[in-house]
């Protein structure tokens, strides 16, 4: 096969995957989550009859003082994991009263009506600012000091964490249950004391309850100067019998949110359990309803693109650890919870359990600092690097380390790719010459084409002949670019899943490397002043997307031209429908593209010039 249909083929099949995706399951994935059917469901019995039941999401029952505290284990030897809660806000519990005819408040009034109005603990640390509410101990209200919703640095914070009373509630919350009915355990409207009102690095914060049985409880809760939170749960068995307990914790999430749908990118449901990664992205979840297992060591929770809320038991206790789905009131409800192992509490005896929580942004060195010093297992992971892990993760601290010397990660995104470009100059330079012998055989081959168009089998032997006589292999040039593509891929990879690309400028006119180019064919590059209607966002084609095409043009111009009159066609539209597509592409990706097209380019031409093959 020719050097020409084979890249032919390679560009074909990345248009084919690249174009399915925004024309096909983009709109179906949008299509999916707006027209989501509803549907009433009930948690069945996990376990023996008569076990109580976590009550269902918006059922709407008054809460009892344990009133969606996770069911009770039907015996130690097989305890039942936590169910899917739906806490209730302290006070009336009602949402922020609207009035007919009025405009709804934004979430962001809704959200700090609904915080003012239960008694808190303050969060104050370098990378986190939020509080614990009191009514139930829940992590509800979490934003992230170092990102913005915006490149504007006066724009509000990443809200990571919000609680029930809102729109989308996102919480998680520690505690216990119980192997025997009738023993009242805190939960999520349980009013504990605190010992301080305001939590800070070196300054923990105890939270206490008596739950008038003989039983006091306590919640210490500290927290480092990045995001992750201890938990320590202490139990004292005041009473004259011993009380068997499993600690428990989960993160929850109301509402399917807003996600990339990008094949190249995972969001939902993550952990890695007995060492394994679990991805489990929110459709699956809804289909599934229920993952679990037995895991020693590991970690599980929710991601997003950049930030992750996830569990970190204590890594040498077996814990049961699941994902669960339910659907109540038109709200979807996802959660990631564990179950520990049984902690009996004799007469005048303690007992306590630490476990951990990370709530922030995904940082890769971030990671894996507490991979190591706290010794969870498969940490960095949280950071969907892919199938090329083993070279995404080394061009990424290669990629970081120019950024922090060079001052801009733009800057950084080019070193790199010439890095790379010297690293497969010898491959590339018997590529681009195998490329320029064909280009300097094509009058001949035009001829040998109009000579025997009628016969193709005396063409292909005219053809043979010719390439041999010439010491011209058109397969020659294959194998350096198959090399290749892994490299390019993945750092195709790191460009787009880096948070550190996130809000991080570039020159000119790009602010954010991570969102696509802001200028506009469509406004003249802003001479003309209006905004173009969501109908023609498809025409919206920015600066560096152009010049992406013209450099992809330039290069298709020094290659061998197809011998296919309708091959020749389809390469001739190929930059421009590149063009298009690479226009909603973060910004990063498309610079980095089109420097990488000139690069070759360069390479490609000094080759042609030296073998004395005519530039054209």
């Known amino acids: 096969m020719e050097q020409r249909n084979l890249m032919l083929a390679v ?14 399951e983009k709109p179906r994935i949008e299509k999916e989550m707006a027209a989501r059917k509803t549907a009433q469901t009930t948690q069945q019995a996990a376990g023996k009859p008569g076990v109580p039941q976590a009550p269902a999401p918006g059922a709407g029952a008054p809460a009892a003082p344990a009133a969606g505290v996770p069911s009770a284990p039907p015996a130690p030897s097989a305890p039942q994991a936590p169910g899917i809660v739906t806490p209730t806000p302290p006070g009336a519990g009602t949402q922020v009263p609207t009035t007919p005819g009025v405009t709804p408040r934004p979430a962001a009034a809704v959200r700090t009506e609904v915080l003012r109005h239960s008694p808190r603990v303050q969060l104050s640390s370098p990378r986190l600012h939020g509080s614990i509410r009191l009514a139930g101990g829940q992590f509800d209200d979490l934003t992230l000091a170092d990102y913005r919703e ?32 009738g023993i009242s355990l805190p939960g999520e409207t349980t009013g504990w004391t605190a010992s301080s009102g305001t939590l800070m ?9 008596d739950n008038g049985q003989g039983l006091l409880f306590e919640r210490t809760v500290s927290v480092d100067e990045n995001y992750v939170f201890s938990v320590t749960q202490k139990v004292r068995n005041t009473g004259t019998k011993p009380v068997t307990l499993y600690p428990y914790g989960l993160v929850s999430r109301t509402g399917t949110p807003a996600t990339q749908g990008f094949y190249l990118l995972h969001e939902g449901m993550l952990g890695v359990l007995n060492n394994t990664l679990k991805e489990i992205d929110y459709e699956d979840m809804r289909n599934e309803r229920k993952v679990e297992g037995t895991t020693t060591g590991g970690w599980l929770g929710i991601t997003d693109k950049y930030w992750l809320v996830a569990l970190l038991p204590d890594q040498k206790v077996p814990v049961q650890a699941a994902f669960r789905y339910s659907q109540a009131n038109k709200a979807d409800k996802y959660q990631a919870d564990y179950l520990g192992g049984a902690q009996t509490v004799a007469p005048g005896g303690t007992s306590s359990v630490t476990n951990r929580l990370f709530a922030g ?60 470009k010297a690293a497969f100059f010898p491959l590339a330079n018997k590529s681009y010459e195998a490329m320029s012998k064909l280009k300097k055989l094509q009058p001949k081959m035009t001829e040998l084409r109009d000579r025997y168009k009628d016969d193709r089998a005396k063409m292909n032997e005219a053809m043979m002949r010719l390439y041999k006589e010439e010491k011209a292999n058109p397969a020659s040039g294959c194998l350096p670019i198959m090399v290749q593509i892994p490299v390019f891929f993945a750092l195709y990879k790191v460009l787009f899943v880096s948070i550190e690309m996130r809000h991080a400028p570039f020159y000119g006119w790009i602010h954010d490397l991570s969102a696509p180019d802001p200028t506009s064919l469509l406004t003249l590059f802003g001479l003309i002043p209006w905004t173009p209607p969501e109908i023609l966002q498809v025409l919206n084609v920015g600066v560096w997307p152009i010049l992406m095409g013209i450099t992809m043009w330039l290069q298709q111009k020094l290659n061998p031209a197809p011998a296919d009159p309708t091959q020749a066609k389809i390469m001739m539209f190929l930059p421009l429908v590149f063009t298009f597509m690479l226009a909603q592409f973060p910004a990063g990706l498309v610079i980095y593209w089109a420097w990488n097209n000139l690069l070759s380019i360069s390479q490609q031409w000094l080759i042609m010039r030296r073998m004395g093959v005519k530039v054209t």
């Open 201 to 209: 690095p070196g300054k923990p914060v105890t939270l206490s309850w």
């Open 361 to 420: 942004a995904k940082e890769v060195k971030r990671l894996d600092s507490y991979e190591e010093k706290l010794g969870i297992a498969r940490f960095d992971l949280a950071v969907d690097f892919g199938w090329f892990y083993f070279l995404t993760k080394p061009i990424f601290y290669v990629l970081d380390f120019f950024a922090l010397h060079l001052g801009n990660f733009g800057l950084a995104i080019l070193l790199l790719t010439v890095l790379i």
């Open 11 to 24: 560009v074909i099949s990345i248009a084919v995957l690249l174009g399915w995706q925004f024309l096909f």
């Open 150 to 181: 915006t490149t504007d640095r006066n724009s509000p914070e990443i809200v990571l964490l919000t609680p029930a009373g809102t729109e989308r509630p996102y919480f998680v919350q520690f505690g216990w249950v119980a192997a025997e009915a």
